[in-house]
């Protein structure tokens, strides 16, 4: 069976400082992808990040990086000196080649204060 | 292109009516996925698209749901007889198949769905 877990349902921080959103994931498939998605209040999804199994480097992009570990199963991602444009709920996901399908964790709502 | 496009953004409809939604995915893309998303979850999978082919069905979609894409282009979801339980957004997303490193899901902004 597949699974994505986020443990944290709701995060709130204050502007500038940096904020780690977790993912946890199980999967059979050897090779599988890992995907975090930005949901804004507007209700649109915006891809951020996908992961492939054999490739464990960690990866930054500005202000966001993202920390792959498949010894935990975890696919964490970080957010530095954050702003209040990033409030939103932020998704995890799997695609497994078994099914081809995107497993979703339930989200982290992100709350970033002013 | 415009990435993916639904139809409408919105919709309000009494309890017991037919309603119907379109997306319209990436043009180069075969895969079409339709998911549905409640307040506080991640989107639920009902059913995807290969080209014109349904190839699988959540049982989540009961017999009320029917999905569509004749022409392997658009598609369309079609709920007969909402319920108020139907109330929530319906998103669509296309990509590309055989998937590999580099494919992605682009979404599309979804469907809120109200039933009063």
């Known amino acids: 069976a597949q699974k994505v877990t986020q443990a944290q349902t709701e995060i709130s921080v204050v502007e500038k400082e940096d904020v780690t959103l977790d993912c946890v994931y199980e999967?059979?498939?050897?090779?599988?992808?890992l995907f975090w998605y930005k949901q804004p209040p507007s209700g649109e999804l915006v891809f951020l990040i996908r992961r492939n199994s054999f490739d464990e480097q960690n990866e930054i992009s500005g202000r966001y990086s993202w920390n792959f570990q498949k010894s935990t199963s975890s696919f964490n991602f970080t957010i530095t000196a954050s702003q209040v444009v990033d409030s939103a709920v932020y998704f995890c996901a799997l695609i497994g080649t078994g099914n081809y399908q995107l497993i979703w964790g339930a989200g982290t709502k992100l709350i970033i204060k002013p | 292109d415009t990435g993916v496009s639904q139809n409408p953004r919105h919709k309000i409809t009494k309890r017991g009516q037919n309603v119907t939604f379109r997306c319209d995915p990436i043009s180069e893309h075969n895969r079409l996925y339709w998911y549905r998303q409640t307040l506080g979850q991640g989107p639920e999978f009902l059913t995807y698209?290969?080209?014109?082919?349904?190839?699988?069905k959540s049982r989540l979609l009961s017999d009320r749901f029917s999905a569509e894409r004749p022409k392997g282009s658009f598609s369309t979801l079609e709920i007969q007889r909402t319920e108020q339980g139907d109330s929530a957004m319906y998103l669509c997303a296309s990509s590309l198949y055989p998937f590999g490193p580099n494919t992605e899901a682009f979404f599309g902004q979804g469907t809120r769905l109200t039933v009063v």
């Open positions: 698209f290969q080209n014109e082919a349904q190839l699988e």
């Open positions: 999967t059979r498939d050897t090779t599988y992808y």
